[in-house]
């Protein structure tokens, strides 16, 4: 059982910047391909980027594409969300979430994750 704990979500302008931690307990966290979902208020959980077990694929969403970077540090369980120029469409929670899987390359888009964190709030002010 992995555990994951999001951290860095806050109140930020529009235009400003946050990144997110995610922080896993399981030391072989380098079989996992990792992804960023949100969810916003009445909306479904929406797949943000996601980063493979080697690091060296990324994938983003279109409307992120430009402003948000994914990268991990497997030597510190970690996958980060570094998100320049936020937009209030931006405003959810964000979730971290973990991929068990064979290929170093896979990176899925869809939200059939194996593991998620608890999610952390980020809001965007106009």
């Known amino acids: 059982q992995v555990q994951l704990v999001e951290s860095g979500g806050g109140l930020v302008q529009a235009g400003g910047s946050l990144r997110l931690s995610c922080a896993a307990s399981?030391?072989?966290?380098?079989?996992?391909?990792m992804g960023w979902f949100r969810q916003a208020p009445g909306k479904e959980r929406e797949f943000v980027a996601g980063?493979?077990?080697?690091?060296?694929?990324?994938y983003y969403a279109d409307s992120v594409k430009g402003r948000f970077t994914i990268a991990r540090d497997n030597a510190k369980n970690t996958v980060y969300l570094q998100m320049n120029s936020l937009k209030p469409e931006d405003t959810a929670v964000y979730y971290c979430a973990a991929d068990l899987t064979n290929s170093v390359t896979y990176v899925s888009q869809s939200p059939d994750y194996d593991y998620w964190g608890q999610g952390t709030q980020v809001t965007v002010s106009s």
């Open positions: 399981e030391r072989t966290f380098s079989i996992y391909a």
């Open positions: 980063i493979s077990r080697s690091g060296r694929v990324t």
